[in-house]
């Protein structure tokens, strides 16, 4: 399901983060190493036609992370590996790679490598390492400190959602950041009323081609409920140290690697 930013009204966006702002904003007050580390991991956020948008979101999301940067301690963004998994055309991976030590940049689909690579290669960019691999059988050489992973765990079913969350604990060095942010229904026991609606709620924030998408997503792919994947991440070894699942369809979770299997 392919998925911009610029889907999103700015409105929506501006309220939902006006709301994160108001709760956070005390906290992260000359923390520039939580600017470098949000720009690079969060790059959702930047919106190409407002800047004054993107400073908004991004000093947004600083405010209401900050507590969990601060708990890498004192990790040095440029000494951090990380791994996006299911990288698509590497938007992520290649604004990490300015900020981040080495990324591994990781996708069953090779034609999406091609452009991810082809986009590196431009830029100049020389410590992103491709790999077509996928969330069951990747494993770094050596493990890693963030796993990232955006629009992708759709793609498997619980059973093997199950399987990828105890290969990315592997991927992971202890106390290791799992960030994943996916679509996630929510669960009403009227199934039709319930797509109806979130039908109806995203036709007011998004486009029409998005709307046909969330009808395939909802028709052929492997979203499940909220409950599910916090138990799932959980019984992984996962400590979820925060989530953000109040907008319809798409959760963001921010997990921290507490068992080793
Ligand atoms: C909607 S794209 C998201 C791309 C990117 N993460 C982003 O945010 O723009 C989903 C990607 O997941 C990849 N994918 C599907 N199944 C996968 C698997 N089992 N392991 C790794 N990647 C997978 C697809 O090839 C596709 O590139």
Not at 59 to 68: E, K
Not at 142 to 161: E, G, N, Q
Not at 186 to 193: I, L, V, Y
Request: proline letters at 2%; aromatic letters at 14%.
């Amino acid at each position: 399901m392919a998925l911009s930013s610029s889907n999103v009204s700015h409105s929506k966006k501006l309220n939902s983060l006006r709301r994160m702002y108001l709760q956070a904003a005390f906290v992260t007050a000359g923390n520039p190493k939580a600017i470098v580390f949000f720009t690079a991991v969060f790059p959702q956020f930047i919106d190409h036609d407002s800047a004054y948008l993107s400073q908004v979101c991004i000093l947004m999301s600083i405010c209401a992370f900050v507590a969990f940067i601060d708990k890498l301690g004192d990790s040095e963004p440029k000494k951090l590996t990380a791994i996006d998994i299911g990288c698509g055309t590497g938007a992520f991976s290649i604004h990490a790679s300015k900020y981040l030590g080495k990324i591994y940049a990781v996708d069953v689909s090779e034609e999406m490598l091609e452009v991810a690579k082809s986009k590196a290669n431009t830029k100049g960019i020389g410590n992103i390492e491709f790999c077509n691999s996928g969330f069951l059988d990747f494993q770094p050489e050596v493990t890693a400190d963030v796993v990232y992973s955006k629009w992708a765990f759709h793609h498997l079913p619980d059973y093997w959602k199950q399987a990828a969350l105890l290969n990315i604990n592997k991927m992971l060095k202890s106390g290791g950041i799992f960030y994943l942010a996916d679509f996630v229904f929510e669960f009403d026991h009227d199934f039709k009323k319930n797509t109806d609606a979130l039908l109806e709620k995203l036709s007011k924030d998004f486009t029409k081609d998005f709307i046909e998408e969330t009808k395939v997503h909802i028709r052929e792919e492997y979203s499940t409920f909220d409950w599910i994947l916090q138990g799932l991440i959980e019984r992984a070894g996962f400590n979820i140290e925060h989530s953000n699942t109040e907008d319809s369809l798409a959760s963001e979770y921010f997990c921290r690697k507490i068992n080793q299997f």
